[in-house]
């Protein structure tokens, strides 16, 4: 991201999160130029061969909306490399357009083209075997994931229950969209160790209202990570 395209996203986090505002003018630039050089390597947007786009506002707003901990750049930073290795690993170079007689010039057009998937500028060339399928294959996935946490009720039914069980809500939200879920994994906190399926617990073994961020980093890092296939 450009140095003006970090501070639009920190204005965004301070729009949804007033309390992480500087205090002034001087802390606000030592801010930007923190998160400036954290993610001059991070791009807005970037595609992805099964359609889980890279949306760095969106990673923003989700942090904002799941953790009690104030927002840093490494929590950008951090999915976005989880993200940026699994495009990565799905992509298959191409035939170059260069001539294959010149070998600088064919080793040129591959390097040039992996490193523009690998930084977002270019979406990665997968075989169909290798991408998320078509939308329905994936909405038989979410459908798979929603099956996985219980009987299934009317969505008008289960929209009504949402405020009363807030956990099971945000879990169906998490699998409808396609978006990795903490409670999938067990907790590597060492002071937690919650279990799959299991909430978080505090230092007095009082139930969490999200999950430990350890936990939510590596339920993203196995959601993104690549499938074996058969």
């Known amino acids: 991201m450009t140095r003006q395209e ?6 965004y986090a ?12 001087a802390a606000a630039d030592e801010v930007l130029d923190q998160w400036a050089d954290l993610l001059a390597d991070v791009p807005p947007t970037a595609p992805h061969p ?15 909306a799941t953790s009690p901990y104030p927002i840093k ?16 690993d799905r992509h ?3 035939v170059p357009a260069a001539d294959p007689d010149d070998p600088a010039a ?12 690998a ?17 329905e294959e994936r909405d038989q996935v979410a459908a798979g994931r929603l099956a996985a946490l219980g009987n299934y009720v009317p969505r008008t039914v289960r929209d009504a229950l949402a405020p009363y069980r807030p956990r099971r809500a945000e879990r169906e939200n998490r699998a409808a969209e396609g978006l990795p879920d903490p409670l999938n994994v067990a907790c590597p906190y060492e002071q937690c160790r919650a279990r799959a399926g299991e ?11 999200t999950a430990h961020p350890s936990r939510l980093d590596l339920a993203t890092h196995q959601h993104y990570a690549p499938k074996e296939s058969a």
């Open 199 to 209: 909430p978080c617990r505090t230092f007095r073994r009082t139930p969490r209202s």
């Open 119 to 135: 930084i977002g500028a270019a979406p990665a060339a997968t075989f169909r075997v290798l991408t998320g399928g078509t939308r």
């Open 14 to 25: 301070v729009k949804l999160d007033p309390r992480s505002a500087p205090a002034d003018q």
């Open 92 to 94: 298959h170079d191409p």
């Open 106 to 117: 064919y080793r040129a057009a591959l390097v040039t083209t992996r490193h523009a998937v």
């Open 73 to 88: 750049p490494s929590d950008v930073s951090r999915p976005w490399h989880y993200f940026r290795r699994d495009v990565v």
């Open 50 to 64: 099964n359609g889980r786009h890279w949306d760095a506002a969106q990673v923003v707003r989700h942090h904002i």
């Open 6 to 11: 970090v501070a639009a996203l920190l204005a």
